[in-house]
Nanobody
């Protein structure tokens, strides 16, 4: 199995930036797809971005395209989410998830078995 730990969340003003990290255990991490999801209070958990085992396939939710960048460093077993031009509506708990998945299901939270604990991102006006 894979153990995931997110970090890098915090409080930022609108227009600012944050860089989230997802550190994973296990050498098999390099073969897993990794997704970032977020959940605001009283709302469903929603897809943000995903990256394939090779790093060559990347998929973003429409509302973060051009602002967020997902990347991975398999030598460090870490996936990053660089978030720029943050908006108040980006406020949520951000989670990373990993699994060996078909690319067609990487945007579905129910498809993932392994999840981190989440990190809070708050964007003020």
């Amino acid at each position: 199995q894979v153990q995931l730990v997110e970090s890098g969340g915090g409080l930022v003003q609108a227009g600012g930036s944050l860089r989230l990290s997802c550190a994973a255990s296990g050498r098999a991490f390099s073969s897993y797809a990794v997704g970032w999801f977020r959940q605001a209070p009283e709302e469903e958990r929603e897809f943000v971005a995903a990256i394939s085992w090779s790093g060559g396939n990347i998929y973003y939710a429409d509302d973060v395209k051009g602002r967020f960048t997902i990347s991975r460093d398999d030598a460090k077993n870490t996936v990053y989410l660089q978030m720029n031009s943050l908006k108040p509506e980006d406020t949520a708990v951000y989670y990373c998830a990993a699994d060996y998945l078909p690319w067609t299901v990487v945007d579905g939270p129910k498809a993932y078995e392994y999840w981190g604990q989440g990190t809070q991102v708050t964007v003020s006006s």
